[in-house]
């Protein structure tokens, strides 16, 4: 088959890269060959500089490719509105499309050029089957769709690989109700674009052969990778918990960030956990928000049609609900999906 013949060309070429080391002087030969440079803001507002080595970047695309050449077919047509400005992610997805065959309309997410109305035009204009972007993003342009008068279940879209932001699976599952579409998640941090990738059950699974993970305080706490902290909620499944598809690397849930997350009386409690609860409400449209302020979650929900909806029974419901199942405070905001982008978060 040529798809597989081509990519074990490039899987060549990319082990030849690894092995070559083009410097001849001595004293530089045991420091790692740096391939680029990126930034991430600590939590502080500051931002860091990351370099990573030519042997991150290649390997970490090698399973990023493996794993949306499970998702991703030659025929698909697919839109990347991820990061590109000073991350990885975008360049990375780029080369992983390209690899598995498909071709590719990067749009960003700073929308200057390609602002979402626009997006939507190309998603008609060039049949756009698969969108590679975050959830809230997905949420968005689906709102955007129907204010239009669109249908987002209409639409050529038919596969949504959510990246860059932790997303329940009943969030997911809203979200690709709302396209009509499958969804799949990957998981990375800033300075590891791809640190999990979802099996066929749906389930994120730890590049262990190549990323050492621990958390702090565990089995839910701060991710550790590589002996750094990253700043990012997860939980990591003991490595004796198997996945159903029986595959021996352990299972990470990610929770989004330390900063979004406050003690509950059973331990950590995270914005996803929140959400979770949120989407056992049936009439919420796929968007969230959620910020932590003085041990406080502050929710913003939407829903499709505010006229519909008994929003003081709603926000009521919800805080109860997080309240029984959490035992954490939530603030709840709903509003119509249309005023979704002037919402306080
Ligand atoms: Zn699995």
New binding site residues.
Partial sequence: MTTTTSLATHYEQFLELLTRDPRTAADDRDAPLRARYGERVDPSGAAEPIVLTRDEWIRDQIDLTLAMGRLLTEDDVVVSAVPYELSFIGAQVDRVIEMVGASVISVGTSGTICPMPRLLGLIEQYEVTALVCSPSFAAELAGLAASLGKRPADSTVRTIVCVGEACSTERLDRIGAAWAARTSALYGTPSAPTVAVA???G?L?LCDHRLRAEVRGGPRGELILDGSPTGEAVELWPADRR???G?ASR?LLPLGGMASAVRGPDGLVSAVDVERVVFGHSRLAPHFACAVRNGTFHVTCAVADSGAVDAGALRRAIRGGVDEALGVEAEVTIVGVQDWSTAPS
């Fill in positions: 099996c066929d059950h389930a699974h996945c159903a598809c595959s299972v």
